[in-house]
């Protein structure tokens, strides 16, 4: 399994331990609700070390994975109200900032990883980061983390009439809900971490993730089958409040800077490919049925799915739409 290890964070932190407690170190908090072997657990533990080695350890990143600190649903609050410094929403829970997230949500947007990178690079992306400001937060960069597949435990899901009838944990947004609700299936919104729970319970019959969340949370372990569907997108939107952005000094925010800069590069080549590699040990390590469309297969989902754009346009935005709409062809 080659690659995989290369996405690890390299061995020597030099920063760690023995300078704990440096005088006048400046201390922040990064909260996200994923594994550490997924691509936002790897790009927040990099984001650190590269913080830590800029700032020769005055400026610690203290990460908090797996929602041990706060849930998908408290971590914007908990930011805008001081408690936790950096965050890195997947960007579908952001539609209580702004409905023009649900852009990233629409079906099968972005084609492939250089047309999602080209958007969250180009217009798309810059738009949104920006959006964030009148609500008092800074955005600071977009970290893909790639394409949602399908996981039930009725299947296979082949044709988009499969879903009729079946139950599927969403994360919170309209536009996600929208999809399901053209392929008549009902969508329980509920956070990350509570997903392993409704999957075990049977609540839901299923759910739609990237495959390194599937791999990560061993959502595989419970789901009689998986459809290799590329139907959405999914990635985060790395976040300060915009307050404590400013009480920094220009030195700080040169260093937080340069180090978001690096990690966001090093995300984007690493993340889609991460999601491959899991794919494969997915394969070896479990019995879970694993369907791939084939692209007649996936046109009629698309078919199926496209309204949703005329749905949406007002609420997202007309520019954004149209701009997404580009990108697909
Ligand atoms: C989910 O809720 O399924 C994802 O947004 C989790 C994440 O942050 O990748």
Request: charged share 25%; aromatic share 10%.
């Amino acid at each position: 399994f080659f690659g995989y290890q290369s996405f690890f964070p390299r061995e020597a932190i030099p920063y760690d331990d023995d300078q704990e407690g440096l005088k006048d170190q400046i201390v922040f908090k990064f909260s996200h609700v994923v594994a550490e072997n997924t691509p936002k657990g790897l790009a927040a533990q990099r984001f650190a070390e590269l913080v830590a080695e800029k700032s020769n350890g005055h400026i610690k990143i203290e990460v908090f994975p797996n929602g041990s600190l706060y849930s998908d649903i408290q971590e914007i609050n908990a930011l805008r109200e001081g408690q936790v410094h950096f965050i890195a929403p997947s960007t579908s829970k952001l539609g209580m900032l702004s409905p023009q997230w649900g852009v990233l949500d629409l079906p099968f947007a972005f084609p492939s990883r250089e047309a999602a990178l080209e958007g969250l690079n180009g217009k798309i992306g810059q738009q949104l980061l920006r959006s964030l400001q009148g609500d008092g937060i800074k955005g600071l960069a977009h970290w893909p983390n790639g394409f949602k597949q399908i996981t039930s435990n009725q299947g296979p899901i082949q044709k988009p009439g499969d879903l009729k009838g079946q139950s599927f944990r969403i994360m919170q947004s309209d536009v996600i809900s929208a999809q399901f609700s053209r392929l008549k299936a009902k969508a329980v919104q509920d956070s990350f971490n509570s997903t392993y729970k409704l999957l075990e319970e049977g609540v839901v019959d299923g759910e739609e993730n990237t495959i390194s969340n599937i791999y990560s949370k061993k959502f595989y372990n419970l789901q009689k089958h998986m459809t290799i569907s590329n139907h959405g997108y999914l990635g985060y939107a790395v976040m300060m409040s915009e307050k404590v952005w400013n009480e920094q000094t220009e030195e700080t925010k040169k260093i937080l800077l340069e180090a978001m800069e690096e990690t966001t590069a090093w995300n984007s080549r690493m993340a889609f490919e991460m999601n491959e590699e899991l794919l494969e040990k997915i394969r070896q390590n479990s019995s879970i049925q694993i369907y791939e469309l084939s692209p007649e297969e996936k046109q009629e989902w698309q078919a199926k799915l496209d309204p949703v754009y005329e749905d949406f346009l007002q609420e997202i935005g007309k520019n954004l739409v149209e701009e997404m709409k580009e990108l697909r062809v």
